[in-house]
């Protein structure tokens, strides 16, 4: 068979996914404007954490206090950003346990969004008049909205379709939050010099309008098949308790191998990221060579992420499940670090990098998420919620802080440090195999 045989193949099922699912377009379209948004929060987000002006990032009082005392506030923005994050997602928790236990899917996702939304308005204030302390309320929120709003995305997908259909589609659907994260930095990068920092928030918070329309279609499509199947369930609000994610966690092994994954996963990424500016400033000290080089990582991640989505993750997924792609991501990740180890050279930094994040958004990601279109709604919604905000944002603040320790003895060190932390990731991803195979299968 010819590539370009293999090439017509592929879209070929797309459009018959497309003529049998039209909820599929609506999915990608929801995905794709949903990161997008956040794509044109990122860049604004990073530079409030890189930047040197302290009042513009942390409240007056608290720098005050840290003047008073001899704290170079400067030096721990980062670390301080990401406990302030984690403490954000554990007081969160409990909000969102609260609205998903209370209402329907129909009423809870819309506001969730619209939440969002406000916020992103009230921000356009903040900015608009240069209230100082911004940049650290500004930077935690868009960690929270990040994870929360990707969470929720999944879940609702989980909903709609099984597990055979996830399979099919997820490669798919992921397509579109990758094109949104290749536009949402263009939009950023074309538009802020013209009309500034503060009406970008708008841009973001339009996307997300469009969002809610999204989820209003699919909802509406979700409703129409399961009543045609003579199920309700998705009417009806999920109850339990608001605490009921933390509780599914300490109880069941599939989550608790979930969360495992989760964290060691975090751990890479954290040190391989914080490592890779260290790294890039030694090798490249001007600012030019060094956005250059970000630039060329970030295209390689997004056309090699679009390509594996397209042409690998539906194969693999329907004919090997998620064993291998789980498995391969992680022994490349541990390769890769051993490899580091020995050398820390900016290529093969950039190749590392490479693998591990488009590894993630290919295959990792498509495939944790089909096991949750075979659990049970509070699990997919509840438990869910807390691995990727608490456990995930937990994993950040660890590795940042870890980091900053390890920093001091080189880079040799700290990807030594890696290669035992993607050990325990690789784990992660057995255990959860073994764990998933014991959940009912679905029939093709």
């Given at each position: 068979m010819t590539p370009g045989t293999r090439?017509?193949?592929?879209?070929?099922?797309?459009?018959?996914?497309?003529?049998?699912?039209?909820?599929?377009?609506?999915?990608?379209?929801?995905?794709?404007?949903?990161?997008?948004?956040?794509?044109?929060?990122?860049?604004?987000?990073?530079?409030?954490?890189?930047?040197?002006?302290?009042?513009?990032?942390f409240p007056l009082a608290l720098v005050d206090w840290a003047a008073a005392r001899g704290v170079a506030l400067g030096e721990l923005t980062l670390q301080l950003l990401f406990t302030g994050t984690f403490i954000a997602m554990v007081v969160l928790q409990p909000v969102y346990g609260a609205l998903v236990s209370r209402f329907p899917r129909r009423v809870f996702l819309p506001v969730l969004y619209l939440a969002f939304i406000a916020c992103l308005l009230g921000f356009y204030v903040i900015f608009d008049r240069d209230v100082p302390g911004r940049g650290a309320v500004f930077f935690v929120w868009v960690a929270v909205f990040n994870l929360f709003a990707v969470s929720v995305f999944w879940s609702f997908m989980a909903d709609i379709y099984t597990d055979i259909q996830a399979r099919r589609l997820y490669g798919f659907i992921a397509v579109g939050g990758t094109a949104g994260a290749f536009l949402g930095p263009i939009i950023t990068r074309v538009l802020v010099h013209q009309i500034g920092v503060a009406n970008l928030l708008l841009v973001s918070a339009a996307l997300l309008a469009v969002c809610v329309g999204c989820i209003l279609r699919l909802g509406r499509w979700a409703r129409e098949r399961e009543q045609s199947r003579g199920a309700t369930e998705s009417e009806a609000a999920m109850g339990g308790s608001m605490l009921a994610g933390l509780r599914l966690l300490r109880d069941q092994p599939l989550l608790r191998a979930m969360a495992v994954l989760m964290f060691f996963g975090v751990g890479v990424g954290t040190l391989l990221y914080n490592e890779q500016a260290a790294i890039a400033r030694q090798f490249y000290p001007g600012d030019e060579a060094r956005t250059?080089?970000?630039?060329?990582?970030?295209?390689?991640?997004?056309?090699?992420?679009?390509?594996?989505?397209?042409?690998?993750?539906?194969?693999?997924?329907?004919?090997?499940?998620?064993?291998?792609?789980?498995?391969?991501?992680?022994?490349?990740?541990?390769?890769?670090?051993?490899?580091?180890?020995?050398?820390?050279?900016?290529?093969?930094?950039?190749?590392?990098?490479?693998?591990?994040?488009?590894?993630?958004?290919?295959?990792?990601?498509?495939?944790?998420?089909?096991?949750?279109?075979?659990?049970d709604r509070e699990t997919r919604y509840k438990g869910k919620a807390v691995i990727d905000t608490a456990v995930y944002r937990f994993g950040d603040l660890s590795f940042v802080w870890l980091h900053k320790g390890l920093a001091a003895f080189g880079s040799h060190v700290v990807f030594g440090v890696g290669v035992l932390v993607a050990g325990a990731m690789t784990f992660g991803a057995w255990r959860l195999i073994r764990e998933q195979a014991r959940l009912p299968a679905e029939k093709a």
């Open positions: 090439t017509s193949g592929r879209f070929d099922h797309l459009r018959g996914a497309l003529r049998e699912f039209p909820a599929l377009l609506w999915s990608f379209l929801y995905f794709f404007f949903l990161l997008t948004g956040y794509y044109v929060l990122r860049p604004v987000r990073d530079a409030m954490g890189a930047s040197g002006d302290v009042e513009a990032v250059a080089f970000y630039a060329n990582i970030d295209l390689a991640i997004n056309l090699v992420t679009i390509l594996v989505q397209l042409f690998l993750t539906r194969p693999l997924l329907l004919r090997y499940g998620v064993g291998p792609v789980l498995l391969v991501p992680s022994f490349a990740i541990l390769l890769g670090f051993a490899a580091l180890t020995a050398s820390p050279l900016p290529f093969l930094v950039a190749l590392v990098q490479i693998a591990t994040r488009a590894g993630e958004f290919s295959l990792s990601k498509p495939a944790r998420e089909t096991i949750y279109t075979r659990v």
